[in-house]
């Protein structure tokens, strides 16, 4: 029963009686690597067919990898393979069955140390990947998840970790900051995102704008190490994360102070490099280039140069015109401004060197408006000078009925509203602009009919005290002293921010319109249809962060059982008969000395989020 005959490759047909009818040509292409590194491990179960075939009953992926390989040249199509033949009173789909149902998989554990081992005795990637049928990418990454700490890989070996939990501590080589990230956890809090944000904090990704502007070979050039995600499943280019945030800022520093060193060239009274966000409340107002006034000769010059551009059609004629007229009408900084502002050196959301001048600060306000004051009165006209003035000619809309100017406006908005949809850009920055209006306590007539109503949610908080509020109104403070109370001024603000910073203030503004307590009467207890669970997932909200169990704001106002359940997940070794029988006051005692400084939250407080695919079989995928 155990004899082996050699068949010639041939004469190897696939049988019907086999009982894998799925999956049957997944991992041909690795199984068929495996052979040619090390052979055929086991052998063909084949039964006599007609016209001298004979049919494979048990071995049927080994067959499939065997003839890959006969195509591929790297075996002959004759080749005999070693098979055991079996007679027609003996199942066929039995054995097939038993063939496929005892086999035992090898433990991810023992899979990805073994790959590590091999590593270590110096194979490399590109062999241990051509012979066991893997891509370079998959040892790579069966060997990062070998180097995390030892506890994690026992864990792994217990099913108490999975694939995705390892991996994503596997981003950084720190045992002890595995260990913690992992162990001192709350169950809840253990998803391989929330790991990973926890190990990474205090690194810069590669896409920051302080590690665009230096560049990452000059980072590393300068002895800085990094650490990539070889986990990330977005493309083929892993991110790369900075490991030394100080090295960083000292080589963006270095890079820019030239540039300081030549807007100082400027004539500014000061001039100052900013990384961070620009702490504009510091700089309650900037000034400005300006026009010089034309000559009556240049002036009609530039007239002229209107008019050809009005009529110019030529792409080439019309730039060739508007750098005439920029010649024409240069503008300039005012040199007594110039001695009393600055200039700030910062990067853009994307890297990019940016140079905010005019900024005025706090202690130079007063100096300002004492020189423009005398500006203003050496430069005010003699009676009779302004065309305006009474008895001049009336402005041309005094000309017009106001049914007219109105139907004239309506026109102009259908206009404005067709350009509108095609200007995103633009659609952000009047958007921004209408509830920054109202935001800053203007409340005048807007285009824009949009305002944000705060919810007043505190007045549903009777348990105990929130943090939230003071967080959110100094943040929003900051914002209110930045932007201009002038309403010309703050749209020229927002008109030259960048986007990124128009994002921001934006977050701000529309955070007071959120109310949370309506999506949930709206759900009821269905937690997967709560929007607003989305939207606190794409905000990373951490609730522990701004509420602690504790008996003021959650144990006295719940049942003992809701106390004794909070009890066992914090603690899951406490005895539960113990408990059981333990009043209500010694169980709020005892939560209040056992939840001080935890992270555990009720099931109101967590985020019910959907699970995402799982990336643990692409990892080990063979």
Not at 64 to 92: F, H, V
Not at 137 to 150: D, E, F, I, N, T
Not at 169 to 180: C, F, H, I, M, S
Not at 432 to 457: C, K, M, Q, W, Y
């Amino acid at each position: 029963m155990t004899d082996i005959t050699m068949i010639a490759l041939s004469k190897l047909v696939e049988s019907e009686e086999n009982v894998r009818k799925t999956n049957r040509r997944d991992g041909i292409s690795q199984l068929a690597s495996s052979i040619k590194a090390h052979g055929l491990l086991q052998s063909l179960v084949v039964r006599a067919a007609d016209t001298g075939k004979f049919a494979v009953v048990a071995g049927g992926r080994r067959l499939r990898a065997l003839r890959l390989l006969a195509k591929a040249g790297d075996i002959e199509k004759n080749t005999l393979i070693p098979c055991r033949t079996i007679g027609a009173d003996e199942s066929a789909a039995e054995l097939s069955l038993a063939e496929n149902t005892v086999r035992l998989g090898m433990c991810l554990a023992d899979e990805i140390v073994a790959t590590a081992a091999r590593i270590d005795q110096g194979e490399g990637p590109e062999a241990i990947a051509a012979r066991f049928g893997l891509t370079t990418q998959q040892v790579a990454r069966r060997v990062r998840l070998a180097r995390v700490s030892p506890r994690l890989i026992e864990a792994l070996r217990k099913d108490e970790i999975d694939a995705d939990q390892l991996a994503a501590l596997a981003v950084v080589d720190d045992y002890t900051a595995q260990e913690k990230a992992f162990f001192d956890a709350p169950a809840w809090a253990r998803t391989p995102h929330r790991l990973k944000a926890q190990l990474l904090q205090t690194h810069v990704p590669e896409t920051d704008k302080l590690a665009c502007f230096v560049g990452v070979e000059a980072y590393g050039a300068a002895g800085g190490a990094a650490t990539s995600e070889l986990f990330n499943e977005t493309g083929a280019n892993p991110m790369l994360w900075l490991t030394d945030s100080d090295l960083l800022m000292r080589l963006a520093v270095e890079k820019l102070e030239p540039i300081a060193e030549k807007a100082r060239g400027e004539g500014w009274a000061w001039v100052e490099i900013a990384m961070d966000e620009i702490g504009w409340q510091r700089f309650p107002t900037r000034v400005r280039e300006e026009r010089r006034t034309l000559t009556k000769r240049e002036q009609t010059r530039l007239e002229r140069l209107y008019a050809k551009l009005d009529e110019a059609e030529d792409p080439a004629e019309i730039e060739k015109i508007e750098a005439q007229i920029d010649t024409l009408a240069p503008t300039a900084w005012q040199e007594a401004e110039v001695k009393l502002a600055g200039a700030v050196i910062t990067l853009t959301h994307d890297g990019a060197v940016k140079i905010e001048r005019g900024l005025v600060r706090q202690e130079d306000m007063r100096a300002l408006k004492a020189l423009r004051r005398k500006a203003e009165r050496s430069e005010a006209p003699n009676d009779g000078d302004d065309e305006n003035a009474e008895g001049g000619a009336p402005p041309p809309s005094a000309r017009l009925s106001a049914k007219l100017i109105e139907e004239l406006q309506a026109h102009k908005t259908l206009a404005l509203r067709a350009e509108l949809a095609e200007r995103p850009d633009t659609a952000l920055r009047i958007l921004v602009f209408t509830l920054a209006e109202h935001f800053t306590g203007g409340f005048a007539a807007s285009p824009l009919n949009l305002r944000i109503e705060e919810e007043d949610v505190a007045r549903s908080i009777t348990k105990s005290e929130s943090n939230a509020p003071e967080a959110y109104e100094k943040i929003a403070a900051a914002w209110r002293d930045r932007l201009p109370g002038e309403r010309e001024e703050l749209w020229r603000t927002i008109a030259e921010a960048e986007q990124q910073t128009l994002l921001e203030l934006l977050a701000v503004m529309i955070a007071p319109g959120l109310d949370l307590r309506s999506d949930a009467r709206m759900s009821g207890h269905d937690a997967q249809t709560r929007i607003g669970d989305l939207f606190a997932e794409a905000a990373d909200l951490d609730m522990s962060r701004w509420w602690t169990a504790s008996p003021d704001s959650y144990f006295n106002h719940v049942k003992r059982d809701v106390i004794v359940d909070a009890l066992r997940e914090l603690k899951p070794a406490l005895a539960s008969a113990k408990l059981e029988k333990a009043p209500k006051a010694e169980l709020v005692a005892r939560a209040k000395r056992m939840f001080e400084g935890a992270t555990w939250l009720p099931e109101p407080l967590r985020l019910n989020s959907i699970q995402a695919p799982s990336a643990a079989e692409s990892i080990v995928a063979q």
